[in-house]
């Protein structure tokens, strides 16, 4: 078992959330992730990793698999200019690879957005720490776990508004 796929299942535990980690199979698009689990694209979750023009922070859009960031939605909800992340800041950042970013166990803390499609979904499959394993949620129950904040930023410009905020 990798280091990142050990440090999910532990923070699993320590959020006191079953542990429900699945291999995908080697699923490296967001579809063959749900044709392995047996869902539609829109449950499974992509990690969209962005670094902040100004202070060059990151930021994480957790969003729909079927669904695309739109940037400049992005960066109203942010108030900065956005810029996606390379391969080694998401690493070094997240502890994770790019295709296994896990919404627990970040090496170092950063904003988290999230996207209100997946709400309507009983149960969500989230990466677990590798690009071929991920685990099963309800998403309210991932927004009340991890501190996240509820966007609508898949939609036109003009209606991103801020949902909720969670602690």
């Known amino acids: ?93 997240t502890g994770f690879a790019i295709g296994g970013v896990s919404p627990v166990a970040h090496k170092t803390p950063y904003p988290i957005y999230f996207d209100e499609t997946l709400l309507k979904y009983d149960v969500i499959w989230v990466a677990a720490g590798t690009p071929s394993h991920v685990f099963r949620i309800p998403p309210d129950l991932l927004t009340q776990k991890i501190s996240v904040q509820v966007y609508d930023f898949i939609s036109d410009q003009n209606n991103v508004k801020m949902l909720n905020i969670f602690p």
């Open 1 to 93: 078992m990798s280091k990142s796929l050990r440090r999910v299942k532990a923070a699993l535990a320590k959020l006191g959330l079953e542990n429900t980690i699945r291999e995908t199979a080697g699923a490296t698009t967001a579809q063959m992730a749900a044709d392995a689990m047996g869902c539609d694209v829109d449950k499974i979750r992509k990690s969209i990793i962005f670094q902040i023009g100004a202070t060059g922070q990151v930021v994480l859009f957790i969003t729909a698999g079927g669904q695309q960031v739109d940037r400049r939605k992005a960066e109203a909800i942010v108030g900065e200019t956005l810029s996606k992340a390379d391969a080694t800041l998401v690493l070094t950042t």
